[in-house]
């Protein structure tokens, strides 16, 4: 017996022909081919090949069957399953004792097409019936399919059904989804073909399963914050799409009920909703749900503070006590404070005459209950106070209105109408009512004394109010004496009838007592009658005539206010010439005499030599600069003048009247050109500057008058609104819109915010300029917006500052004015900037510089300019710091050069372009022990898991803290600046078993919602962090549970939830892992493919921070986001600085950059970006210089056309510049913004540091 697969090859032999030698005929036939093996004996024989000598070789199978000759053979290929039965091999028609058995071996035959008979929302219950088959089936295989998108057949979640079953209930199906399915037979040699697919059937509907993705929230008002979603998946949807349910309700509210409304939507695109009428700032929780015809989803829970919005009133105002000129009164903060109640505006109203006077106060203060004494009040007046509480931006609704009457006062002064002698020995003294009575009248004193009398004597004399005229006759008095006479009102309070209020004295009226006093009395009086006749005509004469002259010139007056001042006022377009006087002797004041500045090359050693013994010899010059200062005695009467004293912010800044910058009369007022600000020289350059004060709400149109007079184009601003809880400056500008300040109108046209700064930009027009020839009447100002530097202090590094100072002062054009500077007095931060700015001038153009000279030389101009003792230090490091790194901002069209010079050997040639010298300046700062005291604490030594890179103390990540426990908030993780924020990435350790909940702790605290894991991932060093599924990772204040994982090329996304376990907030947290990142990317520019990747994703999520994870938290985590930050800065200004962003993240994580291969990889890998990203043409490396000329320079890599950031600012910039200066017969090369002399090397003292 023979058995063979189906579709293999048999040969079979002839038993009977071995006795025949020439046979004439060989038939083969076969008994039960293509029948069922039950009938193989009943069968008729069939016909399988026939041989004859005369007729040659018959196969009816032919060419799958064949007669081999002379053997006879019978062979058969390929092998199907009808070939299987009983052969015989009949020679010359003999019938044959002998047969040949086949078996074949064969895949069933497939089954009838399934029929599907019941089914539910998550499955199916599906019969068939097996075909009739010579190989019947052992199992079953199952594939199903899905319409709607019609998909493939899933092939790789085949379901095997095992024994003869022929019904099956298919599970794990999708809610509302079309499928079909079809049938396989399986037996040991293999599988049937496929069944005829099942009709297609739809499941039953579910609620949705999937919750929305919530892209951003943000609040546009106070009373309203927008959502923005986008729908679940429709494999999620599990029914027909009807909307979305938003529900809303305060956070610190667990009680409220949801408010809940619902919304159409598109199961297929965002969707964004607006949720108004909300209590202003107040946190508010906002859960967004989908659903279909059987209910609602999960849902999706974010929370969003709303914006602070106008404070209520302030309550139960009244007052505690009053006096004659003072009234104590208190009051409650406002229910609905809306924001942080950062002071109140005090009003009050008093009739003065026949009108009624409004006068206010500002209280920078604020408590829960108040109490403020208001003073500077008139006595016995009836006024009307009310309140407003302020927050940072609004003012509040009124309070109920207090009216009060201060407590009477001292009368004015009598009017004595008679003080004659009676007799001789008495004085009659008469006094009229004093005509400004405050309030009431009660007493009065009359007061005298003798010519050799020490002391007064007095006597009280009741009175009221209804008595015109008092009089009193002073008694036993001395004869031919000279007395003195006064007369004094006196009221008593209303309040306290202890407290006595004493008037104005009358004047002192002398009468002299003598014999015969009263007939000498009566003499002269008959003589004054004579000669008054005379005295009233001449009177009435000159009256006369004053009054005609009165009258002339008002009749003028009035004339020329109709000629000039009736009609609007005509601006005229004409700046203010300003003074252009220059002095350049400030270049030889040096602190000990008349000397010479000092050269770039000497200026290391310059500020080694003052840092030395304690910062003594900054002590000495800054000391020296403050003492010339007092002797100048410059004077700054405009700032002392009344009219003026409210437009200074602090009292001890002022003006110089030699310097100050007027503004030009506005019609008819005169005297409104005051603004505290000055002219200040730069290098070679009168009034380069202007140094003000940040602008008060009462100096907007003023200083915005002043930016349009002096042609300003640029204003720098290095001060933030609030620091350390106190004003330091007003916003004066619109923060969308248009605003008017005066006769300016101001539109802000929007802004960029970069990590240390920001930059607006805003159209100013002038509402009433005369227009003068081709005049313009509007122009487009730029505001260069510090916001980390502190007040009275310096920045942590002086990289950022110096970048900034660059940017802002190139960024004014050719002709404009005066670059505006103001911090928040317009002296400390300002003069920095100022002095900065100028030596960076003076250094490229002369190679040398002299800060002390210059800085006592502008403080001529402006007082208390550099306003501490450190910031006259921080100038001296910031220009070391400037001429040792040079120029490292590359624009990219040569960043290939700048790399091929970085590597040169010729060190002669390029000194600046040296990359181990770059490298030891990135590395050479080494942290102090305090800088690491929490990571080297002994309580969280087992924290990290290598000794060398630990958190700075500057830019420590901190994790809520657990009571009682010792250093509980240390986790080994920092910050990191980004192009954007501050703190835009957190650089972290692969978590270790013991720190796993503190990781996700600060995740949550952070707001965190994307963690790059560059780590590998095992089961021995670097574990799992994340829980699995179905195995919730349980911390003290929230859960974290998985929620999908999905892979797509090298990387692995997983989805997780951070859910809140005191209410319903959670937060969606994605872990993006490219194990073995930058290493397994080739060519290099594919490090940046990763990057894309996470800022897709991270774009959608600005909340939080980026927490980036490699093993230690060390080189791959910088690179990332170092690399992530250049190709931002490509993108948004066409520059990298790699040296700056390098040389901060050593600064903030020390050691990241263990080796010069590790930074060079920087460098290499923005070549690689810009390269790939733009058709830069190949720079070859500059030639040599021949030998008897000095080596020149490539061209200059940083003076390119610099594209301010491309959302607000338009292209521009400098031309090419190449500078020269010849010292000797030797040309020097001073680099634009390298500042780095080519007979020079500065970097020499790095290899001892």
Known sequence: MFTVSSGGNVTLPCPDQEGVSDPVTVTWSCRGC?????????????????????????????PRVQLRLPSFQLEIGPVSAADAGRYVCSVNGAPSA???????????RAPQRPLVVSFTSRSAELSWAPLFTEAPALSYRLQKRRYDPSGPWDLHNEITIPGNRTTFNVTGLLPFTAYSFRIFSVNSVGRSLASEPSYPMVTHREAPSGKPTVIKTFS???????VVWRPPDRSEMNGEFIGHVLAYKPRDQAETEWITIDLPGNANESTMYVIEN??????????????????????????????????????????????????????????RPNGVIVGYYLYFEFPQGSKTITDNRIISESRPHMVYNLTDLVPYTRYTVW?????????????????????????????????????????????RRPRQLRGSIDFYYVRYRGEFDPDLEQVMIETAVSVEYEQIILRNLTVDTIYEVQVVGVTKSRFNDSLLYWGEPSETRSVRLQHDCERIQRMESLKKRRHVGWNLSSGMVTGIACASFALLFAMMAFFIWRKYFQAAYNYLDEPNKTPSTLSTDWETDCPDGPGTPIPVHLFPKHVSQLHADGDIGFSKEYEAIQTQTLLDGYTSDFSQQTENKDKNRYLNIVAYDHTRVPLQPMGSQKRCDYVNANFIDGYQKPCAYIGTQGPLPATFDCFWRMVWEQNVHILVMITNLVERGRKKCDMYWPQEGTERYGVIQVSA????????????????????????????????????HYTNWPDHGIPDSPLPILSFVRKSAAANPDGAGPIVVHCSAGVGRTGTYIVLDSMM??????????????????????????QTEEQYIFLHDALLEAIESGETDIHRTFLRRYLHNLQTTEQDIYPWYNLDRQFRLVTREQPSDFNLSSGRHPANAHKSRHPGLLPSECSRVCVSPRPGVECSDFINASWLPGFGRLREFIVTQHPLASTLAAFWQMVWDHNAQTIVLLSPVDDQEFGIFWPLEHDDLECEHFRVRFTAEAQGGQYILRDFTVQSRTDDYELAVRIIQCSNWPASCSPIGHVFDLIQVVQRWHLEYQNGPCVVVDRFGGTEAATFCCLTTLMKQLEYES???????????????????PSRENYLFLYRAVEALVAGGCSTPSLPPPPPPPQAVAPQPPPDVTDVPRPVLKSILKKGGTAQRVRTSRAGDTLVRIPPDGMESVTVDVGEDLTST
């Open 387 to 431: 309140l407003h509480a302020k927050t940072s931006k609004h003012e509040g609704d009124r309070s109920e209105t207090l009216s009060l009457r201060t407590d009477v006062g001292g009368p004015g002064a009598p009017l004595i109408t008679n003080a004659t002698c009676r007799a001789d020995t008495s004085i009659v003294v008469r006094w």
């Open 841 to 866: 001038k003076m250094i490229r153009a002369k190679g040398e510089l002299n800060v002390f000279g210059f800085l006592k030389y502008i403080r001529t101009q402006r007082n208390f300019l550099v």
């Open 220 to 226: 546009p008002s106070s009373d309203s914050i927008e």
């Open 98 to 108: 002998h047969s040949v058995s086949l078996a074949v071996q064969d895949v069933p």
């Open 749 to 784: 046209l929007g802004q960029d915010v970069m990590a240390t700064y920001t930059i607006r930009k805003f159209r100013i027009q002038h509402l009433k300029l005369k227009k003068k020839s081709r005049a313009a009447t509007e122009r487009v100002v730029y505001q260069y």
């Open 1135 to 1153: 520059h990298a600085d790699v040296y700056m962003y390098a040389r901060l993240y050593q600064r903030r994580r020390p050691g990241v950059w």
């Open 278 to 335: 909300l209590t202003p700032f107040t946190e508010y929780l906002v859960k967004i749900q989908v659903k279909n015809m059987m209910g609602v989803g999960p849902f999706a829970v974010v929370r969003e503070t709303t914006l602070e919005g106008v404070p209520g009133p302030p309550g139960n105002l009244t007052h505690q006590s009053v006096g004659d000129t003072w009234a104590m009164l208190s009051w409650k903060e406002p229910e």
């Open 34 to 62: 293509g029948q069922s093996p039950s009938s193989v004996s009943q069968s008729a024989p069939l016909l399988v090949a026939r041989y004859s000598q005369d007729g040659g070789v018959s196969d009816p199978r032919a």
